[in-house]
């Protein structure tokens, strides 16, 4: 089945606690992307990847880093996390290109930041 | 102003009536755009991409004026199964910039 999964689906931690969150694709998507979502903001990019090696800032990249070391896999990490990256998170892969290619999303993770 | 802005809703709507909801965007150069529907606490999930011309799927009318930047989407015969979160998703520039509008929630009523 393709999909894009996530782990874990739902993270409390405390505040500087370095953190990984997984992204997994297994349809061969050359592009993946970050995404946050809080109320009344609507999903924001937080990085996006064009490729193994690629990636580049969204809107909303600070305090987040990512890494694109294999094409299926795009992991976000949270060096020193705070209370202001609480949110859901979801990560989300298409092909590179054609400009109305969907995107398909993974089922989101809930990370709270105490 | 927000790069993409929606209604703010939420429509409540009976069973069988037919509901529009508008998009506007901001970045003349945008090439891309996406209605995605969300379920709660679910993922966004595509519901249709709009093409110049306008396009249709079954009960679903999407439109494109580029001259007015605006994006519209027009559900009729309403389902209660078409009760979600409807976001307007609008491509940065060429590239993978996406920007997702903050929603518009529709409730429908038996």
């Known amino acids: 089945e393709a999909q894009v999964t996530q782990n874990p689906r739902y993270l409390i931690t405390v505040t500087g606690k370095k953190l990984t969150v997984t992204c997994s694709q297994n349809?061969?998507?050359?592009?993946m992307s970050w995404y946050r979502q809080d109320p009344g903001l609507g999903l924001r990019q937080i990085y996006y990847s064009m490729n193994v090696e690629v990636t580049d800032k969204g809107d909303v990249p600070e305090g987040y880093k990512v890494s694109r070391k294999e094409k299926r896999n795009f992991p976000l990490i949270l060096e020193s996390p705070s209370p202001n990256q609480t949110s859901l998170y979801f990560c989300?892969?298409?092909?590179?290109?054609?400009?109305?290619?969907?995107?398909?999303f993974g089922p989101g993770t809930r990370l709270t930041v105490t | 102003r927000k790069e993409v802005e929606q209604d703010p809703g939420p429509f409540n709507v009976p069973e069988g009536a037919t509901v529009a909801f508008n998009c506007t965007y901001s970045?003349?150069?945008?090439?891309?755009f996406f209605w995605y529907r969300q379920d709660c606490r679910k993922e966004p999930k595509l519901l249709m991409s709009?093409?110049?011309s306008g396009n249709e799927d079954g009960r679903f009318t999407a439109q494109l004026n580029r001259a007015s930047q605006y994006i519209s989407l027009l559900i009729r015969d309403s389902k209660l199964s078409d009760s979600a979160t409807y976001l307007c998703?609008?491509?940065?520039?060429?590239?993978?910039?996406?920007?997702f509008g903050p929603g518009t929630r529709l409730s429908v009523l038996p």
């Open positions: 989300a892969s298409r092909v590179k290109d054609g400009y109305l290619y969907e995107q398909y």
């Open positions: 998703v609008v491509n940065r520039n060429y590239g993978q910039n996406f920007v």
């Open positions: 709009v093409y110049s």
């Open positions: 970045n003349s150069a945008s090439q891309s």
């Open positions: 349809m061969n998507h050359e592009y």
